[in-house]
């Protein structure tokens, strides 16, 4: 008898809940194909909730008081290691609507009420604009796959990619431009790559819906392209040709400082680096080899950055890098003083200590350009 009582409070609680006022909040309602049990909603910068999909059948509010990039996940295993929150899909919420969500974690579609029936014939046209790239970019992992050299693919993707992504971004132009009253075409701001395009697709919406519920969806991702800009071209000149490198003093290894200006009269190679970053650790089998090529020709200095001091010497223990290593705690002004924007980043200092060169990223024209340097001396 107890039961049953328990079982009607719950369920008079969920007519509650289903009678109460939704008009800040958003129904997300559906079926998703190969999911049991719930799914995780990721809201904002990582607020997260978690919701039960029966067998991948679900019908439930969230609250959204205004517009907001969302995605559903749910725990997967890839590659033998469990990781949570693999995106499902990604759209923007909005309140007092209803989305209606369909398909498995790899092709989904969107629909519902009004807006989601705009987003719904805003992201048909994304999908067929995007294929070109999606191509590009299947056939370039396939061909990692089958054993391509990763240069060459890379140069591959560079000289063929600007083509698939203009392709995208006239498609979006002449979407956003023959309907300049849908609301889900302010969502394809985010997607162009430069702040000229932004403003050219925010020009071509109505007022009504730059002025409307949309504005932060707008101004969001240009106010931010505005501030990454302005922080380039400051790292720009904190890293230009001939400017004297800062002077820093950094702990090693072995627990003892190292002034940077102690190694003046050589070339020095900057490495700011972390355990943490891919492209970083997948850099280091190379990075030895040139190490060892140009011996005697210049010094490699790696600056570790957002570790642990524990994770730090773990790393070092583990990878064996036969170059001078230092700690940068989080309390320096290191990262700010260079200007480093991305990892790797590496800065060649001449004898002199002023930069010679500035790369961001693990990119092939960094050991051409070593070639270049130490190859004729």
């Not at 059948?57 to 295993?77: A, G, M, Q, S």
């Not at 403003?199 to 919406?205: D, H, I, R, S």
């Amino acid at each position: 008898m107890k039961k049953k009582v328990v079982l009607g409070l719950a369920l008079l609680l969920t007519a509650l809940s289903a009678s109460a006022d939704n008009s800040q909040k958003l129904r997300i309602k559906g079926e998703l194909k190969g999911f049991k049990d719930s799914v995780v909603v990721v809201m904002g910068r990582g607020e997260k909730v978690s919701m039960p999909i029966p067998n991948g059948k679900f019908d439930f509010y969230i609250e959204v008081t205004e517009p907001k990039n969302i995605r559903l996940t749910v725990p997967v295993t890839l590659k033998g290691n469990e990781r949570a929150n693999y995106p499902i899909c990604q759209f923007v919420a909005m309140p007092n609507e209803t989305a209606v969500i369909t398909g498995d974690s790899t092709s989904y579609d969107i629909t519902g009420s009004k807006f989601y029936q705009e987003y719904h014939e805003m992201d048909l046209m994304r999908k067929e604009a995007r294929k070109p790239l999606e191509e590009l970019v299947e056939s370039l992992n396939a061909s990692m796959k089958a054993g391509g050299k990763r240069d060459s693919l890379i140069k591959i993707y560079r000289e063929k990619s600007p083509a698939a992504k203009q392709h995208a971004e006239d498609a979006y132009i002449a979407f956003i431009k023959a309907n300049p009253n849908n609301e889900a075409g302010a969502t394809l701001i985010d997607e162009f790559g430069s702040l000229e395009k932004m403003e050219e697709a925010k020009a071509l919406l109505s007022d009504q819906v730059k002025n409307g519920r949309m504005k932060k969806i707008i101004d969001d991702p240009i106010n931010y392209l505005k501030e990454e800009q302005e922080r380039e071209a400051e790292a720009a000149k904190k890293q230009a040709s001939g400017i004297l490198a800062p002077d820093f003093t950094l702990n090693d290894n072995h627990g003892n400082p190292l002034k940077l200006s102690s190694l003046r009269g050589k070339y020095v190679l900057l490495d700011f680096w972390g355990s943490w970053c891919i492209w970083c650790i997948r850099g280091i089998p190379q990075m030895k080899a040139y190490y060892q090529k140009y011996k005697g020709k210049f010094e490699i200095l790696s600056i570790d950055c957002r570790d642990t001091q524990e994770k730090w010497k773990a790393a070092l223990e583990k990878y064996q890098m036969p170059w001078l290593h230092v700690y940068n705690p989080q309390n320096s002004t290191i990262l700010k003083d260079y200007g480093i924007q991305g990892f790797p980043t590496k800065i060649l200092l001449g004898p002199d200590g002023k930069i010679v060169k500035t790369i961001v990223g693990e990119d092939p024209a960094f050991y051409t350009f070593l070639d270049e340097t130490f190859g004729k001396k």
